[in-house]
């Protein structure tokens, strides 16, 4: 074991907060050792405190960039929408890239990130969060079904009708009469972890205000309950596009905050334009023994 010095900033986009650490010129640390690292830093009350890592580091394909994120419990994950626009920040704060629209490589492929830039300063990200799919064998889901429409899954003995979709991620999204009242802390993790899910799955719950309007809450992947989750707010406004529950345009409340997802539609084909906010908190040095 050795001790490295690792620079940081800490981040977050509506207290979705994570520590992003910039590898784009050089791996500060090395890849077998990424996950006992992300482990360390985001326990809350020991260490820095995050839902998750960042790492930006250099594309490998067609994009300007590439972006990884770490569970705070070492996995990795494919793509996440608050993240994303942190790192898109993080970028032109450090003067990284400062174009306006970047593409950014991910493992859910690439996207597309339009800035709006004022007096030197980014207001806001839009984010082209790409195609969503609703086959059981993408999302993954071990059934028989083409698709998880508005069926019903046995949890904990007791029936919950959901629809399961990837926005390059996995979702399983279900419409409640009063968000504020679920268990979270019951049903997510039993739905997270249900075996039909054998990558697992990120769970919402939503209340749906009007056609234009919803409050959800989300039990995140290999995080737990989170305050926002960008995946989460444009898969939840996809489902309930295709149920024809909502509109195209749909203001989304998550517990910190509200994120704009614009539904588009190409036939039977669904993806999301999504747009919010994202906020530096503070930079450091940590010692890491590892």
């Not at 640390?29 to 830093?41: F, M, Q, R, Y």
């Not at 890592?53 to 569970?71: H, L, M, Q, S, Y």
């Amino acid at each position: 074991m050795s001790k490295i010095n690792i620079l940081f900033s800490k981040m977050h986009g509506l207290g979705n907060d994570y520590v992003v650490i910039d590898e784009s010129e050089a791996e500060c640390v090395i890849e077998d050792k990424k996950s006992e690292l992300v482990i360390k830093l985001c326990r809350r009350g020991f260490s820095i405190g995050a839902d998750g890592v960042i790492f930006v580091a250099p594309a490998t394909e067609n994009g300007d960039i590439k972006f990884r994120i770490f569970n705070a419990e070492g996995s990795e994950a494919e793509m996440c929408g608050n993240g994303i626009r942190c790192f898109s920040k993080f970028l032109y704060d450090n003067g990284i890239n400062r174009k306006e629209k970047i593409n950014v490589e991910t493992q859910a492929g690439i996207k597309m990130v339009e800035q709006t830039i004022k007096n030197g300063k980014i207001e806001y990200c839009r984010v082209d969060m790409g195609k969503a799919t609703f086959k059981t064998s993408d999302i993954p889901m071990d059934v028989a079904e083409d698709e998880f429409v508005d069926q019903f899954l046995k949890v904990k003995g007791q029936p919950m009708q959901m629809t399961a979709l990837s926005v390059g991620n996995p979702h399983a999204v279900i419409f409640v009469e009063d968000a504020g009242q679920v268990e979270l802390d019951k049903w997510g993790p039993a739905i997270e972890n249900h075996p039909l899910f054998p990558q697992r799955t990120n769970v919402h719950f939503v209340e749906v205000v009007s056609p234009q309007e919803i409050i959800m809450v989300t039990w995140e992947r290999g995080a737990g309950p989170t305050l926002a989750c960008g995946t989460g707010a444009t898969s939840c406004a996809i489902a309930g596009n295709k149920l024809e529950k909502l509109d195209e345009s749909v203001l989304v409340h998550l517990p910190g905050g509200e994120l704009q997802i614009d539904v588009y539609r190409d036939k039977n084909e669904f993806g999301a334009f999504m747009e919010g906010d994202a906020f530096h908190v503070f930079d450091g040095i940590m010692v890491v023994d590892i």
